[in-house]
Nanobody
């Protein structure tokens, strides 16, 4: 059974950092392009970052230089390191294998002063 479980969200002040984790099972992650999505209140869900291999990553322009995606295939875990957080980063963050229609419950990130 395919499953994604996100964790690590929280409330931080602008400029702060958070590290999100995504524990997955039921897939061979190395053969999938995986990514982090987010959905802010009243907005559509958007793709934030993807990873196919350590050297093949993609980022939404608004998070480039601030967010870093990585994964540990031995631990079946993907990460999103978020630095220099801004209020506009406030959203529920989800992890997913891009070509599979399975979603986790998400983890809430709130950035405010």
């Amino acid at each position: 059974q395919v499953q994604f479980v996100e964790s690590g969200g929280g409330s931080v002040q602008p400029g702060g950092s958070l590290r999100l984790s995504c524990a997955y099972r039921g897939i061979i992650a190395s053969i999938y392009r995986m990514g982090w999505y987010r959905q802010a209140p009243g907005k559509q869900r958007e793709l934030v970052a993807t990873i196919t291999s350590p050297a093949s990553t993609w980022y939404l322009d608004s998070v480039k230089g601030r967010f870093t995606i990585s994964r540990d295939t031995a631990k079946n875990t993907m990460y999103l390191e978020m630095d220099s957080l801004k209020p506009e980063d406030t959203a529920v963050y989800y992890c997913k294998a891009l070509t599979l229609d399975y979603w986790g419950q998400g983890t809430q990130v709130a950035v405010s002063s």
